[in-house]
């Protein structure tokens, strides 16, 4: 089969694409065929190894597995002997955070809770956009208690996690403002009620008070959008933030304030499926969507992603069923 290959952290510039043998289940395992992934953030953490407490969980000093990729869509293979949950020829979709070979046309996996059976009617490129920053969305906006009508700021609505963040946000009648670095008309598309082009004016000084502020890229801190807050309004970023404050801060917003910084740990992939599927099918979310490559033409790809550049989700089509 071809897959992508790498055999240590580093940047990307190190994969290769090759011809590697069909991975084989053992009796606890599926295999699964790979219709589509995509090359995105969470694959970086895990083919960099960075931040390095990464490392923990996919491999040290070398990565446990040598081929990248963590969400896809596909169907199954083979089932092993002892597998009752699955059927050969189920179409599934999911993510596993620490990596399963999905940058190939098979893998193999038995973490059946990060997968689920693939509702009809939704095209594969369309689900494959749909799982990784879904799921980091739906997992920190489920830790907000937010009712219709509550306004949150979005920094980043370009992003993959940012412009999930908005839809699924919008379903739930939040009134979002989002920040972008360009690139407005796509933010404004994704159903934003106000649009900030980063580029052009100082979210900081947009004059508005939010329920809730989520940095789905990272880049702000809690002390510079505190202001931005309601009274109880609370503060998430997707990283860590500049000395890991982030956790830490959201310890001590426990016991001190009421502005407070959250920091969850997203780990619930069936229940970002769950939230998801409806949606698409109901028409209330279209994942944003970079481009499309085949695995053969990935390579550039991967530099490009490592950049922070991309526009929402860049899909790897590894088949063309
Ligand atoms: N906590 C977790 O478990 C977890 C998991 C996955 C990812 N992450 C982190 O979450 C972040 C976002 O991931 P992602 O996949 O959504 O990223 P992404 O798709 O790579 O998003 C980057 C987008 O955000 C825009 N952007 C960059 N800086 C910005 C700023 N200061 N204000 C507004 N927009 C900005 C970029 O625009 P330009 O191209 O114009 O710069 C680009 O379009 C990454 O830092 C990633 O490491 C965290």
Known sequence: MKAAFR????SADQITIREMPIPQPSSKEIQIQV????????????ITGLPWIMRLFVGFPN??????GTDFVGIISEVGLEVKEFQ???KVWGFIDNGCGSHAEYFCTSSFSNLQKMPDGIPWDQAAGSIEGVHYAYNFINKLELNAGDEVLVIGGTGAIGSAAIQILKSMDIHVTAVCLGHKDRVQALGTDHVIDGLEEDFTACGKEFDAVFDAVGKSRFKTCKPLLKEYGVYISSELGPHGENPLLAIKSVFIGKKKVNFPFPVDVRGSLEKIAPLIQEGKFTPLIDRQVKLEEAIESYAYVQS????????LRISEK
């Open 308 to 315: 922070g550049q991309k526009i929402g989700n860049v899909i």
């Open 7 to 10: 055999d240590q952290y580093g």
């Open 88 to 90: 050969k020829g189920e």
């Open 35 to 46: 219709i589509a992934t995509t090359i995105n953030r969470t694959d970086m953490a895990v």
């Open 63 to 68: 990565p446990k597995s040598p081929i990248p």
